[in-house]
T-cell receptor
Framework: DTGVSQNPRHKITKRGQNVTFRCDPI?????LYWYRQTLGQGPEFLTY????????KSRLLSDRFSAERPKGSFSTLEIQRTEQGDSAMYLC?????????????FGPGTRLTVL | SQQGEEDPQALSIQEGENATMNCSYK?????LQWYRQNSGRGLVHLIL?????REKHSGRLRVTLDTSKKSSSLLITASRAADTASYFC?????????????FGAGTRLFVKA
């Protein structure tokens, strides 16, 4: 299967700890997106990359959040000093950049629970 | 705040009936897309309509776009129990405005067998 993969699928952590999630996009996709989704809501845009360049970052992202895509392939999302309000599903998606279409393929998500 | 707003928030219909969901957005767009999310599963892309298109079909799906009203509708015909899911519209501004994608809060569709 060459879909978008995310690891881990579940993460339980204590408040104040740092966590890091990984996303592996579909191999020929140059755009990579991170979203956060809470129960009953739609995905909330966090940031996106075109290759290794982080082109846009939501104002919702505090300084505790950082994302990288060092070689333009996989990406990591780190949350420092986690808070209970960070509990959510973190979704990654990828799309091709060779056209103005932006059909995104989503991974299964990483569910974060902050105790 | 979310750009797309769907209505209704929830919809319950009988199998075989049609389901219509609406989406409104606030700024100019390049693309508008509809996604489906089943309980416990990931988001799946359903259909994309570009800002210069007015209607698009894909199987049992029909999407319309009215850029003057900043609104879109998704029609699912002859619904099935397997169509039970949350449906989201999503917009971006494309090559000129960027591909930041904004999702609405979704419409929860329940199709009774």
């Amino acid at each position: 299967d060459t879909g978008v993969s995310q690891n881990p699928r579940h993460k339980i952590t204590k408040r104040g700890q740092n966590v890091t999630f990984r996303c592996d996009p579909i191999s020929e996709h140059n755009r990579l997106y991170w979203y956060r989704q809470t129960l009953g809501q739609g995905p909330e845009f966090l940031t996106y990359f075109q290759n290794e360049a982080q082109l846009e970052k939501s104002r919702l992202l505090s300084d505790r959040f950082s994302a990288e895509r060092p070689k333009g392939s996989f990406s990591t999302l780190e949350i420092q000093r986690t808070e209970q309000g960070d509990s959510a599903m973190y979704l990654c998606a990828s799309s091709k950049d060779r056209s103005s279409y932006n059909e995104q393929f989503f991974g299964p998500g990483t569910r974060l629970t902050v105790l | 705040s979310q750009q797309g707003e769907e209505d209704p928030q929830a919809l319950s219909i009988q199998e075989g009936e049609n389901a219509t969901m609406n989406c409104s957005y606030k700024t100019s767009i390049n693309n508008l897309q509809w996604y489906r999310q089943n309980s416990g599963r990931g988001l799946v892309h359903l259909i994309l309509i570009r800002s210069n298109e007015r209607e698009k079909h894909s199987g049992r799906l029909r999407v319309t776009l009215d850029t003057s009203k900043k609104s879109s509708s998704l029609l699912i015909t002859a619904s099935r129990a397997a169509d039970t899911a949350s449906y989201f519209c999503a917009t971006d501004r494309g090559n000129t405005g960027g591909f930041k994608t904004i999702f609405g809060a979704g419409t929860r569709l329940f199709v009774k067998a």
